[in-house]
């Protein structure tokens, strides 16, 4: 079965500050691996799509890196703002397949 | 351009009471899924459809849950009879077509809970 852990499960942190998120994936044959954000009571929205040949792809001020060697992910989120208090998810599509695994998401709680 | 539209947005039952759930897509896209999230967990897809053919109902629940997609545009999810495990955010999201690559918009959601 095709898995997408993420990590932390949560984290706190100071406006202004930095952090970044974690995301393992079994998914194989690999095609593309999303980051998407869902602020509370909103549907999942994307922030990033990469490929196997791309390693980081930005988005203002949030950054995705890819390894699809070790198949591993990260966000990065610069400076952090009060609008960045989301629960962020990692997607991850089967090359052979429609179908998305979907993290469990990491809950990212910015305070002033 | 709008986007996924839900209604209703917020739906309270009894358990063994059905509920129905309402999906406008984005204009011109022909994939159509919905997907329940339980709080903390990511989305897990219940159904795609393509145009207004079912092509995945494997996660469906077939004796509580039906869908249906007429015209190939708008969907509903029905629940009946309700359970308390029932109790989930409902998305549905809609992509031009059904590839690993083509972006899933996600509507709002309806948060459904089961007393």
């Known amino acids: 079965k095709n898995q997408v852990e993420q990590s932390p499960q949560s984290l706190i942190i100071l406006e202004g500050k930095n952090c970044t998120l974690q995301c393992n994936y079994t998914v194989s044959p690999f095609s593309n691996l999303r980051w998407y954000k869902q602020d509370t009571g909103r549907g999942p929205v994307s922030l990033t799509i990469m490929t196997f040949s791309e390693n980081t792809k930005s988005n203002g001020r949030y950054t995705a890196t890819l390894d699809a060697d070790t198949k591993q992910s990260s966000l990065h989120i610069t400076a952090s703002q009060l609008s960045d208090s989301a629960s962020y998810i990692c997607v991850v599509s089967d090359h052979n397949d429609y179908k998305l695994s979907f993290g469990a998401g990491t809950t990212v709680t910015v305070r002033a | 351009e709008a986007g996924v539209v839900q209604s209703p947005r917020y739906k309270i039952i009894e358990k063994k009471q059905p509920v129905a759930f309402w999906c406008n897509p984005i204009s011109g896209h022909n994939t159509l899924y919905w997907y329940r999230q339980n709080l903390g967990q990511g989305p897990e897809l219940l159904i795609r459809?393509?145009?207004?053919?079912?092509?995945?109902d494997s996660q469906l629940p077939k004796d509580r849950f039906s869908a249906e997609r007429l015209k190939g545009v708008d969907s509903t999810l029905k629940i009946q009879p309700a359970e308390l495990g029932d109790s989930a955010v409902y998305l549905c999201a809609s992509s031009l077509a059904g590839g690993p690559s083509d972006t899933q918009y996600f509507g709002p959601g309806t948060r459904l809970t089961v007393l």
């Open positions: 459809y393509e145009n207004e053919e079912a092509v995945d």
